[in-house]
């Protein structure tokens, strides 16, 4: 029989943290965006599937069918990059609760985490709406809560192997599939047909199978090693608790010149957008040009001031984490930004100029791909050191000709390949090219931050030594 102590401590965590009213907070905010959302969904339907007829070529009674195959596949890419908590082992195996009692209760407990639940409350205003158009019967409902669950399991499977390299591939899978989807409609399984609830049986059972047994192998490991060292690896593994991470939002909370920085870029988005709304936004050059600097906004502002944010603490930085755990959280931190931009970016596209979601996609993977580690390494060349408490007005400090360099390094290369592929094969090719060229750089990130890291290590005392004058 089940123990359901671990969900029961879980929620008297939540219940008896502070911070679990901000939680709600953002929740109930969501909500009621999601709500407005709804409405103007439901008004606009029919003219939203006209355009996806008309822009993607899909036959107008395959439109739901296909959404909603976008909407799953969106599901689980989203689901892959959502942080996750781990449990903490040690403390409960003290307690005795047994290892199945702690799998059992994480897996249910992603199941209904807040972040999965506000993905699905975004998500049911579209699906809802197709599932009308469709006619959708119980079997064909009961199949998509099976497919919703399984996408899930398929996430932890993920995460508890935490390698890249697999990230990388589903990520990749997911990609194409989308493209097949957008490009061959007529072939895709329908919603209606019984064979697709029993397909959602065998892959929830399936996904929950390799997450159960993926899960106990990495607890297994946990929990050989000793204390600190899990101390530790539990801190790498909660992008909450990871002190690196709440340096930076301190940095960025606290002080003048970063937060400036940041409220500045994010203002930038709407005028970014705006300067799209007439014949512009047609061009797909302007398209990659504007995915490239929305989607790596922070990458760009803070990338480039990358050791210079730190300058007045970092011997203390230096001191406390190795190169390697600072580069590795530069690039999770840029990676968690740029998704955070991106999805802003592809919902304002999607629903003001009708167009792919292909193109913000490829640009996306990208950034993260090749930006991110040209713009880390660009930021040796800046060794003035940056008075955070000065405002961002008139205030040149540590920009230099690199800046200039690493922004057009960043823009030009997207957007001559887009152009290049595009006249000889086609936009689609070009974007689908672009995407998969990010790719290829998310696979070689290990070796790309192990180089950076040696560059770090090599030049620290260096930087040390000019951020102290």
Request: charged share 15%; hydrophobic share 50%.
């Amino acid at each position: 029989m089940i123990d359901l102590f671990y969900l029961k401590h879980r929620w008297k965590e939540f219940s008896r943290n502070p911070s679990s009213v901000n939680y709600i907070f953002v929740a109930v905010i969501f909500g009621a965006m999601v709500l407005l959302m709804s409405i103007g969904l439901y008004e606009n339907w029919e003219f939203i599937k006209e355009a996806i007829e008309s822009e993607l070529q899909v036959p107008k009674n395959l439109v739901p069918v296909a959404v909603l195959w976008l909407v799953v596949i969106a599901d689980l890419m989203a689901k892959i990059f959502i942080p996750k908590t781990f449990p903490k082992l040690f403390y409960y195996h003290t307690l005795n609760v047994s290892p199945k009692d702690i799998k059992v209760g994480y897996l249910i407990e992603s199941i209904f985490s807040l972040w999965f639940i506000l993905l699905f409350a975004l998500e049911i205003s579209v699906v809802s709406l197709c599932i009308k158009d469709l006619d959708l019967g119980t079997a064909g409902i009961v199949g998509l809560i099976l497919f919703w669950l399984a996408n899930t399991f398929i996430s932890i499977y993920n995460f508890s192997l935490a390698n890249t390299k697999v990230t990388a591939l589903i990520t990749g899978l997911l990609i194409v599939f989308q493209f097949l989807v957008i490009s061959f409609p007529g072939y895709i399984p329908n919603f209606v047909d019984l064979n697709f609830l029993f397909f959602s049986v065998g892959l929830l059972l399936l996904s929950s199978f390799l997450a159960y047994r993926q899960l106990s192998v990495l607890f297994e490991s946990a929990l050989k090693m000793d204390r600190s060292t899990s101390g530790q690896f539990l801190t790498s593994l909660d992008l909450f608790k990871d002190p690196l991470m709440q340096l930076e939002v301190a940095t960025l909370m606290r002080n003048k010149r970063a937060r400036g920085t940041a409220i500045m870029g994010i203002v930038m988005i709407p005028y970014f957008l705006l300067i799209g709304a007439g014949k512009a936004m047609e061009s797909e050059m302007f398209q990659v040009l504007i995915s490239i600097m929305i989607s790596g906004l922070f990458i760009f502002q803070m990338g480039t001031y990358i050791f210079a944010w730190e300058g007045s603490f970092f011997d203390l930085i230096m001191s406390k984490f190795s190169p390697r755990q600072f580069i590795e959280h530069k690039y999770r931190f840029f990676t968690y930004s740029s998704l955070f931009f991106s999805i802003i970016l592809m919902v304002s596209i999607f629903f003001t100029y009708r167009t792919s979601l292909l193109l913000p996609l490829a640009c996306f993977l990208y950034n993260i791909g090749w930006n991110i580690p040209f713009v880390i390494n660009n930021g040796f060349k800046n060794t003035e050191k940056i008075d955070l408490n000065r405002g961002i007005f008139m205030n040149y400090q540590g920009f230099n000709g690199m800046a200039i360099v690493t922004m057009v390094g960043s823009l030009v290369p997207p957007i001559a390949i887009l152009g290049v592929v595009s006249t000889y094969f086609g936009s689609m090719i070009g974007a689908f090219t672009l995407g998969l060229l990010g790719m290829i750089g998310i696979l070689l990130k290990n070796t790309l931050i192990k180089s950076l890291s040696s560059k770090l290590e090599k030049k620290k005392y260096y930087l040390s030594a000019c951020y102290r004058s």
